[in-house]
DNA sequence: GCCCAGGTATAAA
DNA sequence: TTTATACATGGG
């Protein structure tokens, strides 16, 4: 991996396993927009927009200072993907069929409170509406910096009613994200804590929140903490374990089962016909 | 109009 | 303890 300067920003050559529209747009996080082959989004208080040359990873409106400090990080450019999906191929043969599908997905490492907030509004809905309300709870509260918004800080979102949040249209879901934010905020729950104590005990202390139950922490803990063991088991994922992986549970999928999981979950919801 | 969407809280059995 | 229902909103 090495980072060259260019103009309006940077490339990388060296860059494996990594495909941005499979990575940054399966429903792990909410805020990219692709146009025209780029995607541009906002991590870590930074917009980026990113794109392919060939085998160079470009990312524009950025410094090197910023990938060394946030992409590379956010993008999980040190661990071996193509390592753990040799490993996972061999659980089992839907999972390698999964894995070829969709070769270019890599976790994110994105920030807790937003895994969180954005995983809240996710339940009980549609990807592109979660999308929707992200952005609108983005322009209402986020900070502006030049021409985009950053994500609201727990800190801002404690201080709001439910009603205050309205305008994002997350209907039954606003009064989750208050309660969340008042109590990461406060301090009642400390994220930061979850990502070394045990993988129960970070599921318990999430789920303090109103609102998040084990789907909404384990989604937190995999995108926003990158505890690669947790496996968030939503609606394809139920259909999946029956139809695909009959006798298997969610605890049969070894210590990279959150990543094994979004394979599945990415290859399930672009093929629905595999469940006839 | 009906059904569904990266679920969860609450009540009832 | 398990099972049923409401929940806000919007696209298909």
Known sequence: MEVFKKDNGIKISGITDLDLAQTLDCGQSFRWIEKDGKFSGVAFGKKAEMYFDGDYLCIDNTTAEDFENIWKNYLDLDLDYGKIREEIKKIHPVLE?????????????????????????????????????????????????????????AETLAKLNPEDLAPIRAGFRNKYIVDAAQKVSGGEVDLEKCRNIDYEEARAELMKIKGVGVKVADCTLLFGLHRIEAF??????????????????????GEYAGIAQQYIFHYSRMNPEIFK
């Open 97 to 153: 069929q999964a894995c070829d599908y969709a070769p270019g997905i890599r976790i994110l490492r994105q920030e807790p409170w937003e895994a969180l907030c954005t995983f809240i509004i996710s339940q009980n809905n549609n990807i592109k509406r979660i999308k929707g309300i992200v952005e609108r709870l983005c322009e209402n509260f986020g900070e502006k910096k030049e021409d985009y918004y950053v994500f609201p800080s």
């Open 232 to 253: 968030p088991v939503d609606v394809w994922m139920k259909r999946a374990l029956e139809n695909l992986f009959p006798g298997m549970s969610e605890n049969d999928f």
